[in-house]
């Protein structure tokens, strides 16, 4: 089992920054493959950034997140991140961060393990 909880989310104004962090309170995440999703209000959940376990380590973007946003994780923190720069009011959302054997994908169904969630607003 793993049991994760993501932290870092708040308001900030357009061009901000932020940092997200997934931490597993249970478990270990070096087995997983870990993404970050969010959801704004009346839209689907959205694939944003992906990392794969620490086997490979690389790295998936959305095409809305690529250039801005970046995905790490620190094994022996037991913690990942989503770096988020340039952020704008569209990237306002729930932000989940969840988990899925070894390698990154596409289907959100594949992630077993996923976080409360942690609010991101981007206004002025």
């Known amino acids: 089992q793993l049991r994760l909880v993501e932290s870092g989310g708040g308001l900030v104004q357009p061009g901000g920054s932020l940092r997200l962090s997934c931490a597993a309170s249970v478990g270990t995440l070096d087995t997983y493959a870990i993404g970050w999703f969010r959801q704004a209000p009346g839209r689907e959940r959205e694939g944003v950034a992906c990392i794969s376990s620490s086997v490979g380590g690389s790295t998936n973007y959305a095409d809305s997140a690529k250039g801005r946003f970046t995905i790490s994780r620190d094994n022996a923190q037991n913690t990942a991140y989503l770096h988020m720069n340039g952020l704008k009011p569209e990237d306002t959302a729930v932000y989940y961060c969840?988990?899925?054997?070894?390698?990154?994908?596409?289907?959100?169904?594949?992630?077993?393990?996923w976080g409360q969630g942690t609010q991101v607003t981007v206004s002025s």
């Open positions: 969840a988990a899925t054997a070894w390698y990154c994908s596409d289907y959100v169904s594949a992630y077993a393990y």
